[in-house]
T-cell receptor, first 115, second 109 residues
Framework: EAEVAQSPRYKITEKSQAVAFWCDPISGHATLYWYRQILGQGPELLVQFQDESVVDDSQLPKDRFSAERLKGVDSTLKIQPAELGDSAMYLC?????????????FGEGSRLTVL | QKEVEQNSGPLSVPEGAIASLNCTYSDRGSQSFFWYRQYSGKSPELIMFIYSNGDKEDGRFTAQLNKASQYVSLLIRDSQPSDSATYLCAVRAGNMLTFGGGTRLMVKP
């Protein structure tokens, strides 16, 4: 069964350091999402891509966060410098463009702890 | 800002009972509505979606939508301990899918 791949699963870093997360969506899925989920809260959209183009990044803290999906396939989310409040689960999800049921297929997530 | 509101819980029900989970949303232009289940430490998974006013049933799950009241609910019949999880309501308006904060459900044996 096709899955969304994410790495690393866990990351511990000190504040002010740089962190990067990688996501490989299900093959053929045009839409890719990065969500941040703080413990006890719902997922919050950071950025949405349609192929290689950004559809929505209104909630992305652009002073420290960046995201790219250069060839419209895999994607990288970067944080520099990391802050204590960035500790969260970073979820990548994808969906096929032609079937807009709203079903997102999530990866297992990358849990970030900033010390 | 478009909002999706849920009671955080925990909602505790005995095994075999009906669990009722509720969600309200602020954007009247919302078109479709989803319930995701998230087990502790795991990623969300879709369990139901609904587009039209009324009820939609799938096994032990029933989704209910009332667009006039901007209200969507999920009923779980014959609740099982394995249903214990956080249930996330998600609402789509245009390209945006917005999640609520989730309701934690605990089903006691």
């Amino acid at each position: 069964e096709a899955e969304v791949a994410q790495s690393p699963r866990y990351k511990i870093t000190e504040k002010s350091q740089a962190v990067a997360f990688w996501c490989d969506p299900i093959s053929g899925h045009a839409t890719l999402y990065w969500y941040r989920q703080i413990l006890g809260q719902g997922p919050e959209l950071l950025v949405q891509f349609q192929d290689e183009s950004v559809v929505d990044d209104s909630q992305l803290p652009k002073d420290r966060f960046s995201a790219e999906r250069l060839k419209g396939v895999d994607s990288t989310l970067k944080i520099q410098p990391a802050e204590l409040g960035d500790s969260a689960m970073y979820l990548c999800a994808s969906s096929p463009q032609e079937r807009d049921t709203g079903e997102l297929f999530f990866g297992e997530g990358s849990r970030l702890t900033v010390l | 800002q478009k909002e999706v509101e849920q009671n955080s819980g925990p909602l505790s029900v005995p095994e075999g009972a009906i669990a009722s989970l509720n969600c309200t949303y602020s954007d009247r232009g919302s078109q479709s509505f989803f319930w995701y289940r998230q087990y502790s430490g795991k990623s969300p998974e879709l369990i139901m979606f609904i587009y039209s006013n009324g009820d939609k049933e799938d096994g032990r799950f029933t989704a209910q939508l009332n667009k006039a009241s901007q209200y969507v609910s999920l009923l779980i019949r014959d609740s099982q301990p394995s249903d214990s999880a956080t249930y996330l309501c998600a609402v789509r308006a245009g390209n945006m899918l917005t999640f609520g904060g989730g309701t934690r459900l605990m089903v006691k044996p």
